[in-house]
């Protein structure tokens, strides 16, 4: 019934190439296609930040994009993190390590988004005030945590 | 080694942090089915036809179900709280005749892709005679013709003869509160899929719910199917509150579909239909009397509460009922009387979530505890010790049963203390110099709660414990987790029974193949029950291990001694035997037990809340600058996870008293459907918590334990209600309901009592 595009994205690493319809969401895309499941999809309307994925090096909600906006380009999930915070060692990235210490996660469907979304704020803002973590996560939904554990991871990582 | 009491970090954690934790939706695969419901436009109508031809003519569309297609004698769905004398209101897996909210499943649409799903959905035709619509307990419009009114539960409480006092007292207080509607909004929605199970004949539901072993039964009763037939696994679930501990009519359709169409089915809802079709929470209108000394003395209370449950399935008369079992608190208030009444209205069923009741009865009584204050010139603390019970009290029986779960027997607790820990953690005694010194257009408030809740809800908690092959032990629990941190409690409350290491333990969960018949994991029940069951199952474990190499060495069992984590015969061999060498030696089979914990009862925990508010009258702005809890949940466990539980659950209810409620037009029409309109607190909004932990322990189960889940959201609208009551104080602006106090409410609070031409200062 739907034309469909050919479109060719780079998905953590992998050069992922699929025929879809020009409507599907670049969420779907990267959860059904490119099999990234740590994109959760909280609410599909562009507010609670659980899907945020970084787009050629802007975060960007992946719920209201369309995966043909995202033809050639280069998207990092969660299974980025590292390369994300720029951490080269083993295991958990810095601030992985971070909210599992404060313990600022509870369900953790929130957790990935908002864990790629903080590597790009720190890594423009490596020094941040009190008031610009509250900025920058005002843009994530959390139900679970209460906000003050995950605070406190972010503000241990700067510190 | 001592883990318990310890804040071990969290094994849960790993797969959430690199995104590799399987959720619902994670299991979907490109060869199911995908189901999409088609859902009711209006809230209440009378469905003249409904017309599949386009929607069965499009290429994408595996099938159809609308309730003439599903086999005859398909049941009703339960209503979680069971109560035998309630009306019979069930819902039908699918509207037949009449659809009873908006949002209401009236067809299921299978396609080979979510995207075809939607747009075959649409083409489906259902033709509706609109009806007026009941949208509150008033209302004359009637759901159910079989019922000659929509009130479908009652049920009351009387201790004493409140009227005696009430004719005598020195002062009667009458007020009434209004309790706005919530979504819990957990940040994963719920979903489901049915696939035929390889190589068994069986079927497999997996769920997103807090229920599995009740999903089970229900989902084979409703469709007639032998329930050993059934396989139900809930995988790692994104958050619940109650509104995942309902049998939903999707969940059991996703079943039914597999079996029509033979083939795997997958649905996942969307946000806007969670807030259309999943269950809400809390709405209820409380009318309160109280009967007070000169002194402050609380010598009477009475209160009828009627609650809206809108269209039924979801629980009748537990919430309304709990919250005048509890109405009291900690207060001893030796005469009561309460009622509370269940209706039906046009909008999404009614459930449990996070409080389920004590929420509402904790705001009305600690706002009567500060109004009395107000009148009688006291002290807000002061009023509050002159009616707390005693610690030397307990057991105290308060007279009244909990519908459903017994009577009302406070085990354990030290309320002075507790409200003393409170009072000085957030500054009490100086708060009226800082309230004097604010800044120019701020009010300052604080707010004093209390809590008292009943947790730990029995009356038994299966546990199976085994050695697995590669020398690991496995706990099979039925305590299913939605995101508090199960797995590490439970590991960590075994490990430290055992003596053996928490990382030997694997914790497993959710699975009816491993715990057929539970509970499930709702009113803070899982650390209390699970635990002392895992503990229970660790002791059945020792003694059949030592019976293992007893039999082994040929000795009699009392010369095998358990020390130190590891078997040890007397005067026998030095090497100690761990399990996992045990079961090297003989194999794992006779290594594996079953126990089942039965408490003593319900055990209470309580705590006590105080919030700091500012207001900023220029704007209505409302920031809780300030936060403290004081909480008596027995022994803890784990100080960093009941912590996180605290916390989460006060801004869960900061987030219903300053922002959340869901709203409807007058033809019952949802105005809010998506997180646009229901606005939910952000990490700005999260105050400076101070939290302290007294532990009493409940001598009703071995480990002391009592609830902490919900204890957080409990007593947050009522310690934020009365923080901005007494900011407001000065302008003799009245609060008379749970909010939402949005900027706009607050602002137009404050013009109506300063003048619309008066500066706002």
Known sequence: MDARMDIIVQVDGRQIAASVRPRMLLSDFLRCHGRALGVHIGCGQGVCGACTVVLDGVPVRACTILAVQADEATVQTVSSQAALEGFAGEGLTPLQAAFREHHALQCGFCTPGLLVATAVFLKENQYPTHEEILAHLNHHLCRCTGYANIIAAITSVVQ | ?????????????????????????????????????????????????????????????????????????????????????????????????????????????????????????????????????????????????????????????????????????????????????????????RGAIAEAESGTGRILLYSSTQIPQLLRNEAARILGLDKAKLRVIAPRIGGGFGCKEAIYPEEILVLQAALTFGRPVFWCEDRQEHFQATVQARQETVKVRAAVDEQGVFLAMEATCDADIGAAYGLLGNTPGAAMATLRGPYRIPHFRSRSRSFVTNKAPLNVYRGAGYPQATLCMERMMDLAAQRLGLDRADIRRRNLLQPDEFPVARGISYP???????????????????????????????????????SLGLGLAFVVEMTGNGPTEPARLRVARDGKLELLTGITPIGQGTETTLAQILADRLGVPPETIRILTGDTDDQPDAPGTFASRGATMGGNAACLAGDALVLAARHVLAKFRGVAVEQITWENGALAQIGGPNEPVTLHDLAALTGPAALDVRASFADNGNSWSNGCHAALVEINRATGVIRVLDYAVTHDCGRVANPLLVDGQIMGGVVQGLGATLFETLRFD??????????????????????????????????????????????????????IVNAIADALAPFGIPIRSSGPFTPETCFTLLRAAIGQEAPIQ
């Open chain 2, 404 to 442: 459903a779960c017994g009577p009302v027997v406070f085990d354990s607790g030290d309320y002075p203390a507790c409200l003393d820990m409170t009072l000085d953690a957030i500054g009490y005694a100086d708060f009226p110099a800082r309230q004097a010194a604010a800044d120019e257009g701020i």
């Open chain 2, 666 to 719: 007058a033809d019952g029409k949802p105005m809010t459907q998506g997180f646009w309109e229901y606005i939910l607190p952000t990490a700005a909004t999260a105050p400076r918590f101070t939290l302290r932990h007294l532990e009493t322990p409940s001598p009703l189960n071995p480990l002391g334990m009592k609830g902490a889940g919900e204890a957080g959201c409990t007593g947050a609208a009522a310690a």
């Open chain 2, 1 to 189: 080694m001592t883990l318990f009491g310890t804040p071990l970090r969290r094994r849960e954690d790993f797969g959430l942090l690199t995104g590799t934790a399987i959720f619902l939706a994670d299991l979907a695969r490109p060869d199911m089915a995908v189901m999409r419901m088609c859902r009711s436009p209006h809230a209440h109508a009378r469905i003249m036809k409904i017309c599949t031809e386009d929607a069965l003519a499009h290429p994408d569309c595996i099938g159809i179900i609308t309730a003439a297609d599903l086999p005859s004698g398909t049941g009703l769905l339960p209503a979680i709280d069971l109560l035998p004398d309630s009306a019979p209101v069930h819902q039908a897996l699918l509207a037949s005749d009449r659809v009873r909210y908006m949002g209401e499943p009236v067809a299921a649409v299978l396609a080979s892709d979510a995207y075809a799903a939607e747009d075959i959905a649409e083409l489906v035709r259902v033709t509706y005679e609109p009806l007026p619509a009941a949208m509150d307990t008033s209302a004359d419009a009637i759901l159910y013709q079989e019922l000659a009114s929509n009130k479908v539960h009652e049920t009351s409480q009387l201790v004493g003869d409140p009227d005696k006092i009430f004719a005598t007292a020195a002062l009667v207080l009458e007020e009434e509160f209004a309790f706005h509607r919530l979504a819990a909004s957990p940040m994963e929605t």
